[in-house]
Nanobody, 119 residues
Framework: QVQLVESGGGSVQAGGSLTLSCEVR????????MGWYRQAPGKSRELVST?????INSADSVKGRFTISRPHVKTAILQMNNLKVEDTGVYFC???????????????WGQGTLVTVSS
C-alpha cells in the first residue's frame, strides 16, 4: 500500500515562511511526479506546484514565493516564503505514476496539512 505522509503545516503571520514535506511510505520502483495542491475554505482544490524530473509547474500566484524540490525520489519539499492571507488552506501532496513491485498507481493523495496565514 502506498501512503503519502505530509508534515510542516501550521499558523504563521503574513510575510512569514513555512516548509511542507511529503514522504512516500512504500517500497517503490519509481515515481513520476510529486507535488502540492491546496484547497481554501469554500473553494475547489487548485494546483500549487508539481515537479517531474527537472520540470516544475507552478501556479502564477506562488511564483517567486514558493519553491518545490525533490531531494529524494520519495520526498517532495515545498518552501513557502512571503506567505499571504490568501495562501490559507489545506495543502495536499500528490504522487503520480507510482510504480511498485505489485503494480502501478496513477495517482495517490495525502491526507492534507493545514496552513493558516493571518494578517
Amino acid at each position: 500500500q502506498v501512503q503519502l505522509v505530509e508534515s510542516g503545516g501550521g499558523s504563521v503571520q503574513a510575510g512569514g515562511s513555512l516548509t511542507l514535506s511529503c514522504e512516500v511510505r512504500a517500497r517503490i520502483l519509481s515515481i513520476g511526479t510529486m507535488g502540492w495542491y491546496r484547497q481554501a475554505p469554500g473553494k475547489s482544490r487548485e494546483l500549487v506546484s508539481t515537479i517531474t524530473g527537472t520540470n516544475i509547474n507552478s501556479a502564477d500566484s506562488v511564483k517567486g514565493r514558493f519553491t518545490i524540490s525533490r531531494p529524494h525520489v520519495k520526498t517532495a519539499i515545498l518552501q513557502m516564503n512571503n506567505l499571504k492571507v490568501e495562501d490559507t488552506g489545506v495543502y495536499f501532496c500528490v504522487a503520480r505514476d507510482v510504480r511498485t513491485f505489485s503494480g502501478r498507481r496513477s495517482e495517490v493523495w495525502g491526507q492534507g496539512t493545514l496552513v493558516t496565514v493571518s494578517s
